[in-house]
């Protein structure tokens, strides 16, 4: 009965981590930043005399809020719409010095060059998702018997597929955790098993080190069997088990 109830216990704190995780992130960073620039933008209405303090609660334009040290929330939306202008500015490409000065400043930190390079890898490998990396492919790399997990980027052309007189595909094979790290194989399109996974799921297994496994779109369907009529078009539907129908 102890073991069962271990076994119990962490298979649901399996299934619950990943949402308590992404809960506890969510609302660390959402404290984190309006504690940071919530008061200072308190500061600066009260000065303007947008809010005023009285009995200990504030009034934002005489109207009573039930907070007392700064509104809540303010500083978390001021964030939002300062991404939304820096993002807006990086798309038109304006001050595009003043980015680069940054980002070299971030990369002149020592330990924090690391973290920030690291981040950045990642990012620009879900981004690249659609331009570079056009499906998951499965191979028999290293040896036979092993499975490895690519991307297919192309075909091969020019001498390369002159000289191996066969149709091969660009296939990039990433490390794990840092998936924008790895080596290019030419191979045989017979010898590659295409996956219908996801190019996101793929990174997602990848980094995870294979803990994020994508579900098999194909698992709990069975055959399919159409029957057509002069007036309508039946479908039968044959599980896997013997006992589906």
């Given at each position: 009965?102890?073991?069962?109830?271990?076994?119990?216990?962490?298979?649901?704190?399996?299934?619950?981590?990943?949402?308590?995780?992404?809960i506890y992130l969510i609302q660390f960073l959402f404290s984190l930043i309006d504690a940071f620039l919530g008061s200072f933008i308190t500061s600066i209405l009260?000065?303007?005399?947008?809010?005023?303090?009285?009995?200990?609660?504030?009034?934002?334009?005489?109207?009573?809020?039930?907070?007392?040290?700064?509104?809540?929330?303010?500083?978390?939306?001021?964030?939002?719409?300062?991404?939304?202008?820096?993002?807006?500015?990086?798309?038109?490409?304006?001050a595009s010095q003043v980015f680069l000065t940054i980002d070299r400043a971030f990369r002149r930190i020592p330990i924090a060059n690391s973290i920030y390079t690291?981040?950045?890898?990642?990012?620009?490998?879900?981004?690249?998702?659609?331009?570079?990396?056009?499906?998951?492919?499965?191979?028999?790399?290293?040896?036979?018997?092993?499975?490895?997990?690519?991307?297919?980027?192309?075909?091969?052309?020019?001498?390369?597929?002159?000289?191996?007189?066969?149709?091969?595909?660009?296939?990039?094979?990433?490390?794990?955790?840092?998936?924008?790290?790895?080596?290019?194989?030419?191979?045989?399109?017979?010898?590659?098993?295409?996956?219908?996974?996801?190019?996101?799921?793929?990174?997602?297994?990848?980094?995870?080190?294979?803990?994020?496994?994508?579900?098999?779109?194909?698992?709990?369907?069975?055959?399919?069997?159409?029957?057509?009529?002069?007036?309508?078009?039946?479908?039968?539907?044959?599980?896997?088990?013997?006992?589906?129908?």
């Amino acid at each position: 009965m102890w073991k069962r109830f271990q076994k119990n216990i962490i298979a649901g704190l399996i299934f619950l981590l990943p949402a308590i995780a992404t809960i506890y992130l969510i609302q660390f960073l959402f404290s984190l930043i309006d504690a940071f620039l919530g008061s200072f933008i308190t500061s600066i209405l009260k000065a303007l005399n947008i809010i005023t303090l009285h009995e200990g609660s504030i009034y934002f334009l005489g109207v009573y809020t039930p907070f007392s040290e700064r509104l809540l929330g303010i500083g978390f939306i001021l964030t939002i719409f300062l991404i939304t202008w820096i993002g807006s500015m990086r798309i038109k490409g304006q001050a595009s010095q003043v980015f680069l000065t940054i980002d070299r400043a971030f990369r002149r930190i020592p330990i924090a060059n690391s973290i920030y390079t690291s981040v950045e890898q990642i990012i620009h490998a879900f981004a690249q998702e659609r331009s570079s990396f056009q499906r998951v492919v499965l191979l028999e790399y290293p040896r036979k018997g092993l499975y490895t997990i690519g991307f297919l980027t192309g075909e091969s052309k020019g001498e390369v597929q002159r000289v191996t007189s066969k149709a091969c595909i660009n296939v990039f094979l990433p490390t794990t955790p840092n998936p924008t790290s790895g080596w290019l194989v030419l191979v045989p399109k017979e010898d590659v098993t295409f996956l219908n996974m996801t190019v996101e799921q793929g990174l997602k297994f990848i980094i995870s080190g294979g803990v994020v496994v994508p579900p098999d779109p194909s698992e709990g369907l069975g055959e399919c069997e159409a029957v057509f009529d002069e007036k309508d078009v039946t479908i039968h539907i044959r599980g896997k088990r013997k006992d589906e129908s």
